[in-house]
């Protein structure tokens, strides 16, 4: 059942009971409205308690519901609350753990409410690119007031419940026995003669409400100019302030039905569910038994190692941490701290739990400090024949059921499994940099890893809070594979007549954190150069300009050489436009003969993101990747694709593969066509007028 009914002298408990948040399905739904009925129509009962069983009130809408049938069908949340506020006997919400979104809505509708101190409270619908569509802009407004309102409404961000205490929530934070104080307090209102506040009763009080609002628009401007959601919620309070309950009831509800149309919420709403169909793999079932993780280890202590060891730190795992020479191990350490000390300036860190957390790593410089660990990441220069010493070497030292995981970006992770003797358990843990920040780890299945270790490293993978998304073993796995295909690009268009500052600020006015020429120089051109140096022994047939291997010539790495695709000053990260780079792309293309031409901020973008959408296509045809919201995340969540835009998937998706079939076919035809070879699985599923996510 998912909503349980129990009496006790008098009052009625409906405890909804639909693990694990209690989320308010249609059958959750019905039995509220069934269970007040129920109490309505027994004289016995004075007062109903609403509560919810395990951890939490309700955590919302149930989320395996959307885009269902039953999301929508009666009795909606609308009705359940209108049933709630017009019951003839008393409702108690009593609070705990959890009241978010709608399930904060139902409770706003009940007479009273009482807490648990700790629990979360939160409208975080925003965040889906939508706005309460129950109530909740009308309502928390008269119980918090305007400004505590609009701040929660439009961040999404939770407060706890006792920070709330003095707001006109709650009736009562409660110390003891939640389940206790909630039936006292039910009969002590039972015994009152009705009729019993309703939060949509009260007015918004605030000296100046125009004045706010307006403020509240001009801080939103600037932060949520892609997202419609936050500008909406404000109009939807602004409603309730000048048109009353009824009437900002009614246009908080044509609001949410129009945002859940647009573009960006689909996207917000794809990358919520992408998010959690990531960590399913279709083969490993969730009963998989997993493998202890007590003891870390992580071997080489520069910036990536550094950041793979603070992870586990951070989650209270022991790491030892171990490096060749002890003035590498000595400047990792040091760089661990100076992390930890810039986090604790910041005030999100004590000085305590910084030195927990030092003392959490133990440094050294023998692999027989190793034996006891269960999880062995190594982050060595990314080199077969070093990895090859790496991993012969932890093949001996390691213990039996050892998990052996390298966090090597493009190297077949086969091969370096084949150089132990349990490829078994050798897995790919694919950290992005700064590791200790990065949201996203690929874990790269080789075709020997076992079952219970990916399932490990998933569940491991939460621990550390990254977003984990399995890959197939390919040159590059899924996003560096894909994003070659992107700077191949960026480089013909250099070729044919753009220049490095136009193409990154067409791209970053799409919406990219950063284009791809100040992408290469704050990674390293040295990085990309090495790379192709091999993919051009591997693939020689392969085409690729050769304008980053003349300016990778020249000495210009980057920022950290002072110079790169652009300019830099010293203690100054500004790209700054270089003649001397100009002048060489210039004449490349006279060198090569292909004219330059003016090239659209348009072609720029479509060139870039359908070699990203199309490259895509062939890894989830060859079974790299098990479902395309995966790579949406990898990109998401790794490579600063824009959020509202959902990933390269689904941005082919809403832009409709019809189109993007023709627009490769239109660039194939073109100067450096070849480098367009179009993925089948894109002409076959825009045939059946599909998508990738359809």
Known sequence: MAVDYTTHDGVAVITLNNPPVNGLGLTTRAGIVEGLERAQNDPAIVAIVLTGAGKAFSGGADITEFNTPKATQEPTLATVIKAVEGSAKPVVAAIHSVAMGGGLELALGAHYRIAAPGAQIALPEVKLGILPGAGGTQRLPRAIGLEAALNMIVSGAPVLSEKLASSGLFDEVVQGDLAEAALAFARKVGAQAGPHPKVRDRKIEHPNAEGFIQFARNSVAGIAKNFPAPHKCIDAVEAGVKDGFDKGLAFERECFIALVQTPESHALRHAFFGERAASKIPDVPSSTPVRELRKIAVIGAGTMGGGIAMNFVNAGLPVTLLETKQDALDRGIATIRKNYEGTVKKGKLKPEALEQRMALITPTLSYDDLKDADLIIEAVFEELGVKEQVFKRLDEVAKPGAILASNTSTLDLNKIAAFTKRPQDVVGMHFFSPANVMKLLEVVRGKDTAKDVLATVMQVAKKIRKTAVVSGVCDGFIGNRMIEQYIRQALFMLEEGALPAQIDKAIEKFGFAMGPFRMSDLAGNDIGWAIRKRRYQEHPDLHYSKIADRLCETGRFGQKTGGGWYDY??????????????????????????????????????????????????????????????????????????????????????????????????????????????????????????????
């Open 569 to 694: 000053k010293a203690g100054d990260r500004t790209a700054y436009p270089s003649k001397l780079v100009d002048e060489m792309i210039v004449g490349y293309s006279q060198e090569t003969a292909t004219p330059r031409r003016k090239i659209s901020d348009a072609e720029i973008v479509e060139r870039l993101v359908y070699a990203l959408s199309n490259e895509g296509a062939k890894i989830l045809e060859e079974g790299i990747a098990s479902k395309a919201s995966d790579i949406d995340m990898v990109y998401l969540t790794g490579y600063g694709f824009p959020l509202w835009r959902g990933g390269p998937m689904l941005y082919a998706d809403t832009v409709g593969l019809y189109n993007v079939e023709r627009a490769i076919g239109r660039y194939a035809a073109q100067a450096n066509g070849d480098g367009w070879q179009i993925a089948k699985s894109i002409g076959d599923l825009a045939a059946q007028g599909r998508g990738f996510n359809s």
